[in-house]
């Protein structure tokens, strides 16, 4: 377990920014990324009949189609015990095999750091 208090405050802000998606939208889970330039994009899980996407998966998507290039990290706020191989694989495309992944519980406690790849 990360303590929450020791992190970075811009990472401190992904997710409590990926918390609020997921309390607010009332999903599964709450994702958000930092690009290269500091812009954040926030996403909740999308499960509509013909398209399901992860929360993270969903970050990711937004990011790349408002033009970012690279990714400087990710947090995800889930009831899950790690970060799926697709969600991984989704932030190494845009920000490369190191990117951090924070994984994070409801409370915004963070649990496990991992890599993008």
Partial sequence: MTD?????????????LA???RARNGVPEGAAVRDETGRTYVAGTV???????SALRTAVAMA?????????AAA???DAE?????DR??????GG?????????????????VSAG
């Fill in 76 to 78: 995800v706020v889930t």
């Fill in 89 to 94: 694989a989704a932030v190494a495309d845009l």
């Fill in 47 to 53: 499960d509509l009949p013909s398209l399901k996407l």
């Fill in 4 to 16: 929450s208090n020791a992190l970075d405050p811009e990472d401190r802000k992904i997710v409590t």
């Fill in 97 to 113: 095999p190191g990117t951090p992944v924070l994984l994070a519980a409801a409370d915004g406690t963070v649990r496990l750091t």
């Fill in 64 to 72: 790349v189609a408002s033009g970012a290039t690279s990714l400087e």
């Fill in 19 to 21: 918390r609020s998606a």
């Fill in 82 to 86: 790690g970060v799926s191989e697709p």
